[in-house]
Structure formats: C-alpha cells, structure tokens
Antibody
Framework: QVQLVESGGGSVNPGGSVRLSCAAS????????MSWVRQTPGKGLQWVAN????????SYTESVRGRFTISRDNGRNLLFLHLASLRVEDTAVYYC??????????WGQGTLVTVSS | DIVLTQSPDFQSVTPKEIVTITCRAS??????LHWYQQKPEESPKLLIK???QSISGVPSRFSGSGFGTDFTLTINSLEAEDAAVYFC?????????FGQGTKLEIK
C-alpha cells in the first residue's frame, strides 16, 4: 500500500524559508514522477512543482519559480520542497503526490505552512 | 495557463439521484483531464483519469466522459458517502491547473 507522509510545515515569517519533506513507502519511489500541490481555502488546489524520476527535470508554477526548489533523494525515498522568500499568499496545505502521466494517483495527508508576522 | 471552469459550484442532492458535474477547459486538452474527490479533512483522491478511465477501488457508479474542452463526471445512484468536493485537473500543459471545485451536499 502506497503511503506518502509530509512533514516540515509550520509558522514562518514573511521572507523566511522552510523545507518540506515527503517520505514515500509501499512503492518503487525511483520509478515515479512526483508533484507538490497546495491548497488554500480561497484559491482551491494549485499545482506547485514536479520532478522527474531521476531529478534531472523540474518544473514550477510561475508564482513560485525562483523561490521554491523541488528535489528528491531516491536512496532514502524522500521528496523535498524548499520554500524561500515566503509570502503571506504562500500560506497553504502542501501535499506531495505521485504522478502517472500527469494524473496524481496517490496523495499524502498534507502539511500546513502558515506565513505570517 | 489553461483555465478549467466547473459547474455547478454547489449542488444539494438526495441519495439514489444521478449527478453530473461538468468541467470546461479554456482550450482543447484532448483527454488529459482527471477527476478527484476530496472529503472533509481528507486529501484529494483520484476518481477518474484521462477523462474516462476508471481507477481500481473506485465504485463503478463514478464515470467520466468528454474530450477536447468539455468533460463530465457522472455519479449514478448517489450514496451518502459521496458528499465531498469534486475537482477536475488538466495535464495537457504546464502549469497543471485545477477547476475551482464542486461541493456536493447530500440531503
């Protein structure tokens, strides 16, 4: 059974940074594209970034490009999202998900990042 | 960016009804359209992929159709446990985008 567990969320000041982790189990992690998706009450679901199986290819939504970095450690079955230069509007629940030709077929439970002074 | 517009935003229905939720894309996306169900306090769950492909473990009362710009999620013989928010999602081009969601309330 596939399990994705996010961690690392919390309260951060504007301009600050935080690193989210996603621990994967029950799957051959190196075989999967992975995505981060965030959810806010006001803006619904927003795809944030994804990363190829080997980590060589990454993509970002425009509003986070240059501030967020997605990475992975296939040896430890871990996915990361480093969030920097955080803004109030980055406040959201962040989910990691496995991606199969784009469809997000397994999701974690999410971790909340709150950006506030 | 491709905009996905769902309708309705909210629907109140009784058990055993047939429910249809539509998703319209701002440009053609072929069949690269997926549907998710999100129950309160839970993460989204994939219901239908590539417009009409079923997902293992998802009840057969859920089905999808459409191609290009117009898509439909159909729930046959609605059950109380289907109370949730439903989202469509396109993966034709980056950035992937989601519809705004349709909240389904069971009377």
């Amino acid at each position: 059974q596939v399990q994705l567990v996010e961690s690392g969320g919390g309260s951060v000041n504007p301009g600050g940074s935080v690193r989210l982790s996603c621990a994967a189990s029950g799957l051959f992690f190196p075989a999967y594209y992975m995505s981060w998706v965030r959810q806010t009450p006001g803006k619904g679901l927003q795809w944030v970034a994804n990363i190829s199986q080997t980590g060589t290819d990454t993509s970002y939504t425009e509003s986070v490009r240059g501030r967020f970095t997605i990475s992975r450690d296939n040896g430890r079955n871990l996915l990361f999202l480093h969030l920097a230069s955080l803004r109030v509007e980055d406040t959201a629940v962040y989910y990691c998900a496995t991606e199969h030709w784009g469809a997000l077929d397994n999701w974690g439970q999410g971790t909340l990042v709150t950006v506030s002074s | 960016d491709i905009v996905l517009t769902q309708s309705p935003d909210f629907q109140s229905v009784t058990p055993k009804e047939i429910v249809t939720i539509t998703c319209r894309a701002s440009q053609s996306i072929g069949s690269n359209l997926h549907w998710y169900q999100q129950k309160p306090e839970e993460s989204p769950k994939l219901l239908i992929k590539f417009a009409s492909q079923s997902i293992s473990g998802v009840p057969s009362r859920f089905s999808g159709s459409g191609f290009g710009t117009d898509f439909t999620l159909t729930i046959n013989s609605l059950e109380a446990e289907d109370a949730a928010v439903y989202f469509c999602h396109q993966t034709t081009s980056l950035p992937y985008t989601f519809g705004q969601g349709t909240k389904l309330e069971i009377k």
